[in-house]
């Protein structure tokens, strides 16, 4: 389980990014954290992947903090985004075994899961391709393979679709809704609509970097008297954003 | 340190597995030695003569039979000739004047009639006055004793020595050209590499995002971090390595005794001397990673990193030029970190190293290094 609380992060003196946000998801849950680009989405993934750490506040995963235990939550944490360029010469097959011996993954088990994932996500006719010679599409297939290594029980994806053809999207996100009722937790951010009401059990969405609605689509929807879910998140978000 | 073991492995790995970077990395540094080394005898010629191309000679009591040699050769060979009386030239010998300009690599030639020899008089301490004098013997006085032998008349015996043989028995002779100019570039050399290295390891990879998928890893990003410095230091070695063996085995082929041929000419080095810089290399190069890693996490964006990573390369070229004219290092120079470097290889080439120096050199080092990534650790940016 992940547990957000009370979370605050400044990079300047004079602006919080991140204001005093609290969540938690439960296991076996996809969690979508929804709003406009600038809003903090971002930040506050890279915070619960202990990338960043918070200014004040506490995040635990499964009950450890990235203070006590970094290690330990590593070893429960998948993340991505699209932002990763992988080393452009290498190859997913190279970087799936320099990431199994970093995750300590005995040779046998890393060989049969590579095989699995790779059949799964359609990375074996390109498998020894340099990542230079690979699409948008199979480079972040790759990415998302190679996050996947060690079965993280918690999976953390800032915008998983971003960039992505319409059959790769949907393979992934097809592939998102496997973990999940595998027992997997995940969190995406996202400002596809499409993407999370089609996947999210539960939406948060964060203006300003504050989360101002939080719910499952159809209370969201509900609660504003709105139409759809995309006319539910502008008057949410006409109703919070202040512009400064 | 299995960790730091993974991470070393992998980017060792990345530099093997394609050509263009391991050319870059082994082949590159040689190849610029052996260009410097090709230019930097003309510049130093020309800072020494005041000439690139004529090379001034001054003649004592020259036979007719010279002076009409030289007339009938005038424009085919690159010397300039001054000619004096021995009375002259012992009267300048008393003022001082003829040490100095043999010191700034002037050429003095002797005819003595009754013994018929000609004594090439230069500085013996500089290897480039040394392949002056003999490029002289060569190009003129075989040539002029030709000319004699056709006529039937006695030649003139000059004091000829090969180089190689004397190089030998007085090795400073030809260390004494390379010290000015190998400990520079080959620490210029070190930085460049390991600054492209580490433009490649730290800065492009956390502009890509993939260092922070590295950090994701149950490796603590201390690890990661040694991992990655080990890697280019031992890659740098190596191509340092090389370089070295390249430097030698071209200064053994080459035996032309032209003043402008590659120096060092004949370069020799005892074991011991060679443990020297064989352990002074990897400590630079450590050095020069950790600088480098320094300068990574300290800025943000990509640009101002390389840009800054680029400063000390423009110390470097500076120092190139000091040690061009410098020869006897003082005690401090010893403890300047990178500098202390080039101090330390230089008194080996001039086989005048001593221990203190070369302890001086790593403690300070070793010192300022671990010091540096000990600061380094604590910046924001190195876990993120």
């Known amino acids: 389980m992940i547990s957000v609380n009370d979370v605050h992060k400044s990079y300047t003196k004079n602006k919080e990014t991140i204001k005093g946000v609290s969540f938690e998801v439960k296991d076996g849950m996809i969690f979508g954290l929804l709003g406009p680009n600038g809003a903090g989405k971002t930040t506050l993934m890279q915070m619960i992947s202990t990338l960043l750490s918070p200014s004040s506040g506490s995040i635990t995963i499964d009950g450890l903090n990235a203070k006590d235990n970094l290690l330990d939550i590593h070893k429960r944490i998948g993340y991505l985004t699209t932002e990763v360029r992988l080393d452009p010469m290498s190859t997913p097959d190279k970087l799936w075994d320099f990431f199994g011996e970093l995750y300590a993954i005995p040779r046998e088990e890393s060989a049969s899961r590579k095989k699995e994932i790779f059949c799964k996500l359609g990375i074996m006719p390109f498998k020894d391709k340099r990542i230079n010679e690979l699409s948008t599409g199979m480079k972040q297939k790759a990415s998302i393979a190679i996050s996947l290594i060690h079965n993280p029980p918690v999976i953390i994806f800032d915008e998983p679709t971003n960039g992505l053809d319409i059959l790769t999207s949907k393979q992934v996100t097809d592939y998102l809704i496997e973990l999940k009722n595998e027992g997997h937790s995940i969190i995406l951010s996202t400002h596809i609509f499409s993407v999370a009401e089609s996947l999210c059990d539960e939406i948060a969405i964060l203006v300003d970097g504050k989360i101002v609605a939080q719910g499952d689509v159809d209370s969201l929807v509900k609660q504003t008297e709105a139409k759809n879910f995309e006319e539910a998140f502008f008057k949410i978000y006409v109703e919070h954003h202040v512009e400064e | 340190m299995r960790g730091i073991y993974i991470i070393i492995k992998w980017e060792i790995s990345r530099i093997y597995s394609n050509w263009r970077r391991a050319v870059a990395t082994f082949v590159v540094p040689a190849a610029v030695m052996m260009v410097a080394l090709c230019i930097f005898p003309y510049l130093i010629n020309y800072m020494l003569t005041g000439s690139l191309s004529e090379k001034p000679v001054t003649i004592i009591n020259a036979p007719d039979s010279f002076t009409e040699y030289v007339e009938s050769t005038e424009g085919t060979t690159v010397y300039s000739y001054k000619y004096i009386t021995e009375d002259e030239f012992s009267e300048l010998w008393d003022s001082g004047e003829i040490i100095k300009q043999l010191k700034s690599g002037s050429l003095y030639v002797m005819f003595r009639e009754n013994s018929h020899t000609a004594y090439v008089i230069c500085n013996g301490n500089s290897s480039i006055a040394g392949s002056k004098a003999d490029s002289f013997i060569e190009v003129v006085m075989d040539n002029y004793n030709d000319t004699l032998a056709s006529q039937g008349q006695t030649v003139y015996t000059t004091d000829s020595f090969n180089p190689v043989t004397k190089l030998l028995d007085y090795r400073s002779d030809a260390n004494f050209g390379a010290a000015r100019v190998i400990p520079p570039v080959l620490v210029l050399l070190i930085y460049y590499c390991i600054y492209s290295l580490t433009s490649d390891m730290f800065a492009s990879e956390r502009d890509r995002g993939f260092y922070d998928k590295l950090l994701m ?168």
């Open chain 2, 217 to 384: 890893t149950p490796v603590s990003p201390k690890s990661i971090m040694l991992g990655k410095i080990l890697a280019s230091t031992i890659l740098v070695t190596g191509a340092s390595y090389i370089t070295f063996i390249f430097l030698f085995i071209s200064s053994w082929l080459n035996r032309s005794n032209s003043s402008t041929s590659l120096i060092p000419f004949g370069l020799f080095l005892l074991p011991d001397q060679l443990a020297v810089i064989a352990l002074v290399i990897p400590v630079t190069a450590f050095l020069c990673a950790v600088i480098c890693v320094n300068i990574v996490f300290s800025i943000r964006h990509m640009k101002d990193i390389i840009l800054n990573l680029q400063m000390p390369l423009i110390y470097l070229m500076a120092d190139l030029f000091y040690q061009i004219f410098s020869l006897n290092p003082g005690w401090l120079e010893f403890a300047i970190p990178v500098h202390g470097s080039i101090a330390v290889i230089k008194t080996v080439f001039l086989s005048e190293y001593k221990a203190w120096q070369l302890i001086c050199m790593l403690v300070a080092s070793l010192g300022f290094a671990l010091i540096l990534l000990n600061k380094t650790f604590k910046k924001e940016g190195y876990n993120r």
